[in-house]
């Protein structure tokens, strides 16, 4: 077995300019509602070459879908009749492979699906896709790790979500697709990646309304329609390379960026004495494509943070957030309130000199002078991503550890951050 491993030579302010990848959660759910389609084609460009993709590129084609692929545009083209049995192998791999329930069920009427795997940040059950695709009228039964949903046709209901789940969200929005009638989701997720595959789905022809508010309107349709569009930028990404701009000490500049997508972080680091520019220019088709630059900082004045759904503090950027804060100047506090164990990087970072206490769900961080390079392990995607923020400032050479981790969610994070004049090595290492 081979796993990942990367080297950091650190200390060195980085200077230059990245361009952002298309967002991965905004790929994924976007990739499996092609299984809406009958006969039909659904093209996708900036879509990153990243590891989570191409378990959810080999699903589809478990289910009988064509794909291709030519640099960042995925062609799905997806027959009359497709599979509704999940290949457990690959769903195991992913916990996004729970998107393809709500089509599949839509579509067949019928699926089986295995209980998904993923990341080991805690518990992140599916029970509201669940629920709200029983409310639909759909019978669902949990046996031996398998979800077990039959429905003739789902029925358009009124569903209020306990929590704002991104993929309970998704995944009940591309069942109403197909379902009689209208489905309206209350206390729905609000995140970009809602409003990108909203996107998509008005493109295949479905009256879709989002306002912003914590709720979606869908008209069902009889039969999807093909259609062609574009992946938005990938949020955390650009946030993770802004903060390594942060901790070095560095002029980085992140291009192709949503200003209104990373407010929250723009909003901590101006209060964290960050200066930092925003430019917006227009581009081809009417478009316009913003860029943020950050300057060179003193120490950051510390912080507290608690993460919440969008457009709160998102939690997927919370661990590369402590990794700065690591070297603020004071005691900051960060609360996470979404997901359970996401603080087992945070004795990682101590390795490399943080002072990092965790209370609960929350970590107090007082701030270090400088950190020293060390040989850590990342535990989980966004936990890598702050390993290597870590590294990057940190004196001396630092090894991160399965770090196999961090390539399922940035591609190519080695030569962009090498552009930027960091000394970064990827090393594949066999695991005896």
């Known amino acids: 077995?081979?796993?990942?491993?990367?080297?950091?030579?650190?200390?060195?302010?980085?200077?230059?300019?990245?361009?952002?990848?298309?967002?991965?959660?905004?790929?994924?759910?976007?990739?499996?509602?092609?299984?809406?389609?009958?006969?039909?084609?659904?093209t996708l460009s900036n879509v990153p070459r990243l590891q989570d993709v191409e378990t959810m590129e080999e699903l589809l084609r478990s289910h009988g879908v064509s794909v291709v692929r030519e640099a960042d545009r995925y062609v799905f083209d997806v027959p009359e009749t497709v599979s509704w049995e999940a290949s457990e192998s690959l769903v195991r791999k992913m916990r996004a492979s729970s998107l393809v329930l709500g089509p599949l069920l839509a579509r067949c009427g019928r699926v089986v699906l295995p209980l998904p795997g993923g990341c080991s940040i805690g518990s992140r059950p599916i029970d509201l896709h669940l629920k709200g695709l029983v409310q639909m009228g759909a019978k669902v039964e949990i046996r031996n790790g398998f979800v077990y949903a039959q429905a003739d046709r789902l029925i358009g209901r009124r569903i209020y979500l306990d929590f704002p789940s991104v993929g309970a969200t998704?995944?009940?929005?591309?069942?109403?697709?197909?379902?009689?009638?209208?489905?309206?989701?209350?206390?729905?997720?609000?995140?970009?990646?809602?409003?990108?595959?909203?996107?998509?789905?008005?493109?295949?022809?479905?009256e879709i309304d989002t306002e912003g508010t914590g709720c979606v309107r869908i008209r069902g349709i009889g039969e999807a329609g093909g259609c062609?569009?574009?992946?938005?930028?990938?949020?955390?990404?650009?946030?993770?390379?802004?903060?390594?701009?942060?901790?070095?000490?560095?002029e980085v500049t992140v291009e192709d960026v949503v200003p209104e997508h990373i407010?929250?972080?723009?909003?901590?680091?101006?209060?964290?004495?960050?200066?930092?520019?925003?430019?917006?220019?227009?581009?081809?088709?009417?478009?316009?494509?913003?860029?943020?630059?950050?300057?060179?900082a003193r120490r950051l004045k510390p912080l507290s943070i608690k993460t919440m759904p969008f457009p709160g503090f998102p939690t997927d950027l919370q661990p590369q957030m402590v990794a700065a804060l690591t070297l603020s100047n004071g005691v900051?506090?960060?609360?996470?309130?979404?997901?359970?164990?996401?603080?087992?990087?945070?004795?990682?970072?101590?390795?490399m000199g943080a002072d990092i206490g965790i209370k609960g769900d929350t970590a107090v961080i007082r701030g270090v002078e400088s950190l020293d390079g060390a040989a850590v392990r990342a535990t989980d995607l966004r936990a890598g991503a702050a390993l290597i923020l870590a590294g990057l400032a940190a004196k001396g050479e630092s090894c991160v550890e399965q770090a196999e981790h961090v390539l399922r969610g940035y591609e190519s994070i080695d030569s962009k951050l090498n552009s930027l004049g960091a000394r970064v090595v990827f090393e594949s290492v066999s695991e005896k």
């Not at 081979?2 to 959660?25: C, E, Y």
């Not at 499996?32 to 039909?40: E, P």
């Not at 900051?332 to 390795?351: H, K, P, T």
Request: charged fraction near 25%.
């Open 263 to 296: 407010d929250s972080l723009l909003a901590k680091l101006e209060e964290a004495g960050v200066s930092f520019s925003v430019r917006r220019e227009p581009r081809l088709a009417g478009c316009e494509e913003s860029t943020v630059t950050v300057y060179p």
């Open 228 to 250: 062609d569009k574009r992946v938005i930028p990938d949020r955390i990404e650009a946030c993770t390379y802004i903060l390594a701009g942060v901790m070095t000490g560095g």
């Open 170 to 206: 998704e995944n009940l929005m591309m069942a109403a697709v197909l379902a009689r009638g209208e489905t309206i989701l209350e206390n729905s997720a609000r995140e970009p990646e809602i409003e990108n595959l909203a996107g998509v789905l008005r493109s295949m022809g479905v």
């Open 332 to 351: 900051s506090l960060v609360e996470e309130s979404v997901f359970q164990a996401r603080f087992l990087y945070a004795a990682e970072l101590n390795r």
């Open 1 to 42: 077995m081979f796993m990942d491993r990367i080297r950091i030579s650190g200390g060195i302010p980085l200077r230059g300019t990245v361009r952002t990848q298309g967002a991965k959660n905004a790929a994924l759910p976007a990739m499996a509602s092609c299984l809406l389609l009958k006969g039909q084609r659904m």
